[in-house]
């Protein structure tokens, strides 16, 4: 990428710069990111020499470091995906209506939702039930029978919406319940499109596990191979990470569990006898973005490398769709206090900003006010207002990852995709992913990490504004 006489430039450059600094500066500690990866004080051209220009490549090109899409946002811009569902499915409606007049929009125009229900709703218990006492229509909408979900999509034109039914392991039957209401209004399930989240082996980073992994893992087949079949346009599959980096993970974790999760469920299809060209391409990733900028950039970068390469060479897939890791960016609402809670918007804003440079397909930004409670109606436009002024007020969007070529980002992008590596290969010693849950090496070392972060919070080696 550099000539032989910059690069030695370069490098005298960054060695008389050192010295000096050195000299100075004795007692600065050397700074390594969240994952614990050493970080230069400064960077130049010798510190990429080494990495082909193939890997940082194009966007829209293989192995789609830069981004899936040749013109990205300036062809169409990211989905703002504002996670949204309390109380009953009126109120749901309500906020839902409430997020479309504010212009919460998908690709070329089309509406998009993304729905929550509440925890009973998720464990499968009716609203009436005494367990449920105190837990309706909390963090999401209540949801017990067909009627429900009637009243939630009445009116709606479902066959240009996009609907993400972000509802765990309940989309086993959230998804048919959904496919009916449609027909009954006229749209059949193969003009159908969303997602459905398919997470059943989302114990590995949560304390509520519903199914034994191996049991799970059966499932999300299923669920893959009809909507193949039955919905062509419909997303089978969303790979989740933020829940075990909201536990604690660190970037590498987050990124080396998810990938070992994506290979499990490609080869169970496989083994299952479903075409990896045919179901890959309805594949998805929903990515935890927190406040170490640079870092949660890089790591999205090298996750778009990685997946392309690992169907590509691991899985042998052909379809240049299947390469593509097309990601929803949920901005991290551990990043978020309690305290001082709106300090919360410059996070969010921050946040952000930083998932629109990163390339993401889609973005939700928390609310400023979730460390206390369900957003409002003001706090709930306000993070639309967040990614409106992101896409129309800056110039982020001119250029397809405008960040590329920086000496700093594309080193740090090599360090996280060769240490998520690292971790897939341990993982791998062991048996894979399915196997690392059932012994439950992976909690372990979310509960550990989880630790040693806060940790540095409460002896204040950690900065956290408002809090210490």
């Given amino acids: ?21 050195t ?42 470091t830069r981004g899936i899409y040749p013109l990205h946002y300036q062809y169409q811009p990211w989905m703002m995906q504002q996670i949204h569902g309390y109380g009953l499915p009126e109120d749901t409606r309500q906020r839902m209506d409430l997020l479309k007049k504010g212009g919460m929009e998908g690709y070329f125009g089309n509406l998009v939702y993304n729905l929550v229900l509440d925890h009973p709703s998720q464990c499968g218990i009716d609203c009436d039930d005494p367990r449920a006492h105190g837990l309706v ?60 989240m398919n997470w059943p082996l989302k114990g590995f980073c949560m304390p509520n596990p519903v199914f034994p992994p191996r049991s799970g893992l059966k499932l999300m087949v299923q669920l893959i191979r009809f909507c193949t079949k039955e919905m ?7 790979f989740i990470s933020y829940l075990a980096r909201e536990a604690g993970a ?26 990896v060209d045919a179901f890959a391409p309805r594949f998805g990733f929903q990515i935890s973005l927190g406040m170490h900028f640079f870092e949660d950039i890089a790591k999205i970068r090298a996750l778009r490398r990685m997946y392309s390469k690992i169907l590509k060479d691991r899985f042998g897939a052909t379809n240049p769709k299947a390469f593509y ?49 369900i957003p409002t109606e003001e706090s709930h436009l306000l993070t639309l207002r967040t990614q409106q002024i992101v896409l129309h007020e800056t110039d982020v969007t001119c250029v397809g990852d405008p960040l ?65």
Avoid at 44 to 60: N, Y
Avoid at 259 to 275: P, R
Wanted: aromatic share 8%; proline share 4%.
């Fill in 232 to 238: 062509p346009t419909w997303n089978t599959t969303n």
């Fill in 250 to 275: 660190n970037p590498v974790q987050e990124l080396a569990f998810i990938m070992q999760w994506a290979i499990a469920t490609i080869q169970a299809c496989v083994d299952a006898g479903l075409d």
């Fill in 137 to 196: 229509g909390v963090c999401g909408m209540s949801f017990g029978s067909l009627r429900d979900m009637e009243i939630l999509v009445e009116g709606l034109d479902l066959d240009k919406c996009n609907m993400s039914l972000i509802t765990g392991d309940t989309c086993y039957y959230l998804l048919p319940t959904f496919i009916v209401a449609a027909e009954k209004q006229g749209t059949p399930r193969d003009k159908l499109r969303g997602n459905s």
């Fill in 325 to 373: 890791a097309r990601m929803h960016v949920h901005t991290s609402g551990g990043a978020y206090t309690a305290q001082q809670p709106m300090n919360n918007i410059a996070r969010g804003a921050i946040l952000a900003l930083a998932a629109a440079m990163a390339g993401t397909n889609s973005m939700n930004v928390c609310a400023y006010d979730e460390a206390l409670g």
């Fill in 404 to 468: 590329a070529g920086s000496y700093y980002l594309e080193d740090l992008t090599e360090k996280i995709e060769k240490a998520a590596n690292g971790l897939i290969d341990k993982m791998d010693e062991v048996g894979g992913f399915v196997e690392a849950v059932e012994k439950g090496s992976l909690q372990g070392l979310i509960a550990e990490e989880s630790y040693r972060a806060n940790e540095e919070i409460r002896k204040g080696e950690r900065i956290h504004v408002g809090v210490n």
């Fill in 1 to 21: 990428m550099f000539s032989e006489e910059t690069l030695k430039k370069s490098k005298e450059l960054k060695q008389e710069w050192e010295t000096k600094v």
């Fill in 23 to 64: 000299r100075r500066y004795r007692e600065i500690r050397p700074a390594q990111t969240l994952s614990g990866l050493p970080i230069n004080p400064v960077y130049t051209p010798d510190d990429i020499a080494h990495i082909d220009f193939e890997e940082i490549g194009i966007p829209g090109a293989y192995p789609y």
